[in-house]
């Protein structure tokens, strides 16, 4: 069996990723284990499951959380919508697929299949389902909501008909022979006055090479996860966990450097949840707690951690960082 870290890094070559969605089967939760996410509002970001950016438009709210209804085969299910009354809601949701993964894919014929419901009490019936493509190499999330650089429709169906009930739908297209990415994106919008299940739950999402939806490409736990991990990588969450062992350097500044798991696509930057006596430097003596921790001198393997704020100790000695809160994250982020 290939490794995973391998087939982390590769391309689509690799005989695995017939599907170039990751985590199509929504099956990945770093950042919240199972508890729910808010989309951003107005701005494609990734607070929900892996690789999936979420957004909502200003003023409505929305939540989005992984969910275990399911359609027969699959274990879990995106579940986004609107999280209480209030004004109609435009939600956005989608997947960039780095250039590594999506350029050969130029001149070819595509396909995007997924499984989809609206809950029981939701306000609306249809949404868009789109598949676009840029001429410029790992273009972002951001600057899709924006409009990427040669930019250009490969498929779209802007009235997929949902029910209560589960059903799969898919939608081919063309992809231009100067396309460098493409990404996935749906779209679609609560009106009236939000019920008890005003929500979309998706699942089984593939995009893959040619004209016809083929069966789901499911793919072992551990490698969908280290597929995950090139993007992002949580390195500690919660209370009591020794994600460091540390040293000081000088007497007020603490270096710990961290390797990943898997390269990631790209040098990362620090994701953080930080607050009073979130974290804390375990040495002789006593315990020096500190709020934020930042990274410096990373590249894809890893990077260097520190904190200079509220600590102090010996030139050299060791000393064991700690998180000390339910809520704190500490985790490294490349996503596009």
Not at 69 to 84: A, D, E, M, Q
Not at 190 to 195: E, H, K, L, M, S
Not at 220 to 238: D, H, N, S, V
Not at 277 to 296: C, E, Q, V
Request: include cysteine.
């Amino acid at each position: 069996m290939t490794n995973a870290v391998n087939i982390a890094q590769s391309g689509s070559s690799n005989v695995t990723m017939r599907n170039r969605i990751i985590n199509g089967a929504m099956v990945i939760d770093q950042r919240n284990a199972g508890a729910s996410s808010v989309p951003a509002t107005s701005s494609y970001t990734y607070t929900s499951l892996d690789r999936y950016f979420t957004s909502v438009n200003s003023p409505a709210t929305s939540t989005a959380i992984q969910s275990t209804t399911v359609p027969t085969g699959f274990s879990y299910s995106l579940k986004i919508g609107r999280s209480g009354t209030g004004t109609a809601g435009l939600n956005t949701f989608g997947q960039v697929i780095e250039t590594n993964n999506s350029q050969d894919l130029a001149g070819s014929s595509v396909t995007l299949s997924f499984w989809a419901k609206v809950g029981a009490s939701a306000t609306f019936s249809t949404m868009s389902a789109n598949i676009y493509s840029g001429t410029v190499a790992n273009q972002t999330a951001s600057t899709l909501r924006s409009g990427w650089t040669g930019q250009a429709t490969v498929a779209t169906n802007g009235s997929v008909a949902l029910t209560t009930t589960w059903q799969q739908f898919s939608i081919t297209g063309a992809v231009g022979s100067t396309a460098l990415q493409l990404a996935v994106q749906f779209v679609f919008t609560t009106v009236g006055t939000a019920g008890a299940d005003d929500n979309l739950y998706i699942t089984g999402v593939q995009l893959e090479k040619g004209s016809t939806a083929t069966s789901f490409d499911y793919r072992p736990y551990g490698t969908e996860l280290a597929l995950c991990q090139r993007y992002f990588y949580m390195l500690a969450k919660g209370s009591g966990i020794n994600f460091a062992a540390s040293n000081y350097w000088g007497t007020s500044e603490i270096d710990a450097y961290i390797s990943f798991k898997v390269p990631m696509r790209a040098a990362p930057t620090a994701y953080q949840v930080t607050g009073t006596n979130y974290f804390n430097i375990d040495k002789s003596g006593n315990d020096a707690f500190d709020g934020f921790i930042g990274i410096l001198r990373s590249n894809e393997n890893g990077g260097m951690l520190y904190t200079s704020t509220g600590v102090s100790g010996t030139d050299g000695f060791a000393a064991q960082a700690q998180t000390n809160n339910a809520n704190a994250v500490i985790a490294f982020q490349a996503e596009l």
